[in-house]
Nanobody, 125 residues
């Protein structure tokens, strides 16, 4: 069992930056692929970014590529999402996710093993 807790959300002006953190419980953090998803009001949950178990490989949604950076620190059981050049359309609840197999834009959210409770990011224009 893995518990994920997000932090670092809040209100920011367009063009600003935020760094989301995801703290994971358990001793097997390094065995999980980690990812971030988001869900805007009235929309489905969508993939944002994922990072491999080692942290060497990353993938991003086209909408955030070049602006967001996902990373992890296996020694600290932490995953991060650095968000720069934020836009109002980035406003959403952001969820940290962990999976034994893989996380990418094509993987159904229902198949992912663990989720955090989510944290709100609001970008004002």
């Amino acid at each position: 069992q893995v518990q994920l807790v997000e932090s670092g959300g809040g209100l920011v002006q367009a063009g600003g930056s935020l760094r989301l953190s995801c703290a994971a419980s358990g001793r097997t953090f390094g065995s999980y692929v980690m990812g971030w998803f988001r869900q805007a009001p009235g929309k489905e949950r969508e993939f944002v970014a994922a990072v491999s178990r080692s942290g060497r490989f990353t993938s991003y949604a086209d909408s955030v590529k070049g602006r967001f950076t996902i990373s992890r620190d296996n020694a600290k059981n932490m995953a991060y999402l650095q968000m720069n050049s934020l836009k109002p359309e980035d406003t959403a609840v952001y969820y940290c996710a962990a999976d034994h197999d893989y996380i990418d834009s094509g993987r159904s959210a229902q198949l992912i093993d663990y989720w955090g409770k989510g944290i709100l990011v609001t970008v004002s224009s």
